[in-house]
């Protein structure tokens, strides 16, 4: 197997360690194989969209998700880290409002697999970082949502020195408690 699985507090997110092997060359490892992920991480997904971006310390993106057209996200960071971050928004989950975070980074080659009916974000905790991530649907600007990154209400403990650049959209996010949610 050329993945090891290791379970979150959630335990629907879970962090992917890719074997990565390498010598005084360099490294090369699988980034994605979608039998190894089906085997150790008991999740069939059909990825149909990659997605790239970049960001300097200090940004937080998030926490998004999509009401209808839910997306299920494989993430992680080729160049920089990322204080990386999972909300449970599945109302009739055990485990809704509940948050994950975990650092993503290049050095760690770290994965995180975030299931749809999960909002989702991170910070950028070195000077940049390049974030990639896998989609299980395509994106739906109509259906795309924002939950409140600040929340007291899920109280996520973000890495940060002092107030983060965040979009407009995610300033703007809505409560948990004022969220479009899932049943």
Same mark, same amino acid.
């Given at each position: 197997m050329a993945i090891n699985v290791i379970a979150t507090a959630l335990p629907d997110v879970k962090i992917i360690?890719?074997?990565?092997?390498?010598?005084e060359r360099g490294f090369?490892?699988?980034s994605f194989n979608a039998r190894d992920f089906a085997s150790a991480a008991g999740v069939r997904a059909e990825f149909v969209q990659d997605n790239h971006s970049?960001?300097?310390r200090g940004v937080l993106r998030g926490l998004h998700?999509?009401?209808q057209h839910p997306q299920g996200k494989l993430v992680r960071v080729v160049s920089g880290e990322v204080f990386d971050v999972a909300v449970d928004i599945r109302r009739s989950s055990p485990s809704f409002g509940k948050w994950v975070g &975990?650092?993503?980074?290049? #050095?760690?080659?770290?994965?995180?697999?975030v299931p749809p009916g999960f909002a989702h974000g991170f910070c950028v905790t070195s000077e940049s970082a390049e974030f990639l991530y896998k989609t299980t649907d395509y994106w739906y600007p109509e259906f795309e949502r924002s939950l409140l990154w600040n929340d007291p209400a899920l109280g &996520?403990?973000?890495?940060? #020195?002092?107030a983060p650049q965040v979009a407009a959209k995610d300033a703007a996010g809505r409560s948990l408690a004022e969220a479009e949610v899932f049943a």
């Open positions: 360690e890719p074997k990565v092997f390498g010598d090369f490892y699988e970049r960001s300097v998700y999509q009401i &975990v650092y993503l980074s290049a #050095d760690n080659k770290r994965q995180l697999w &996520v403990e973000w890495p940060l #020195d002092g």
